[in-house]
């Protein structure tokens, strides 16, 4: 049974409560409630209005850790990548009440929009009364589950670096395309500058305990002409033939590292091939 429930109107409110109990942070709620853990106290987040907004400055769209997918969806300021993402998430009902930080501070590698906040480097805005704190959000994920957030933070907002977005591209493989856990998913960021690669990032979801992003295979081919760019990509492949190790599940671990590499080598090519020709 729940002992107690907290519904803050501002974020000063949430942040005292916090450093006062040990609650847990409670937004669209699609993970907590189907979870088991009785007698757990409980700190609502719909109603804080910093939490709930979507803006954007010259380098980052901002988004409140409450955000639901719909309203991601809804607003105009979506980059294409995260709306498709957003739109691959279950079903409306889910979509109404599912929020962008609870993807992200439920720290699971199935995450479809923490995939994307993967693929492009997000930094995350942690809180507590005592101050606040900006973290990547590579350095967030500890693990399955787990994250470097303290019992008296909250996530209370999204940065999402606006610069590389309109070179992206996301792909979902599942047993369906509506209301599918995904069995690998992908997140690739491509742009070129003056016969270049000037930015490349690669994401992976649901492949091993974490998200799967290595800055240091795309390094390779960064910086290189196009023709540079193919003549390495048996080489990038390679490396990350290596990188891949996924964890086994309802699929096959062979199965998705194929998949992940014929996702990351379709998009390479594909990207490569336009650039080369635009």
């Known amino acids: 049974m729940v002992k107690a429930n907290y519904m803050p109107t501002s974020l000063p409110e949430a942040l005292g409560l916090m450093a006062e109990e040990e609650l847990i942070p409670y937004a669209g ?29 010259d380098q980052y769209l901002h988004i409140g850790a409450a955000v639901t997918f719909r309203n991601i969806l809804a607003s105009d300021l979506t ?5 498709e993402a957003a739109a691959s998430i279950a079903a409306p009902a889910i979509r109404n009440t599912a929020t962008l930080g609870g993807n992200i501070a439920n720290a699971s590698p199935k995450g479809d929009g923490a995939l994307i906040c993967w693929a492009a480097d997000a930094q995350l ?13 590579a350095d967030f994920y500890q693990g399955r589950g787990t994250t ?44 070129a500058e003056s016969g270049q690669i000037a930015h ?26 196009f ?31 194929l998949v992940c590499l014929n ?11 336009s650039a080369h020709n635009g």
């Open 263 to 273: 996702l990351i080598e379709d998009f390479l090519v594909e990207r490569l091939s």
């Open 148 to 191: 470097i957030r303290r019992a008296d933070e909250l996530l209370v907002e999204i940065l999402l670096p606006k610069r590389w977005l309109a070179g992206a591209s996301f792909c979902k493989v599942g047993a369906r395309k509506a209301l599918a856990i995904s069995r690998v998913s992908f997140a690739g960021l491509f742009a």
């Open 29 to 57: 709620g699609t993970d907590l409630m189907v979870s088991e853990a009785p007698g757990r106290d409980f700190l609502f987040l719909e109603r804080i209005p910093e939490l709930t907004q979507i803006s954007q400055d």
């Open 125 to 137: 805005v942690l809180a507590a009364a005592s101050g606040q704190r900006t973290v990547d959000i």
């Open 79 to 83: 980059p294409a990548l995260l709306r």
């Open 227 to 257: 023709s540079e760019a193919k003549a390495a990509l048996p080489d990038y492949l390679q490396a990350w033939q290596a990188a891949i190790q996924p964890i086994r599940g309802r699929v096959s671990a062979e199965y998705r590292k």
């Open 200 to 225: 490349l990032a690669v994401a992976l979801g649901a492949v091993a305990d974490t998200v799967v992003r290595r800055p240091k295979i795309d390094a390779m081919l960064i910086g290189k002409t």
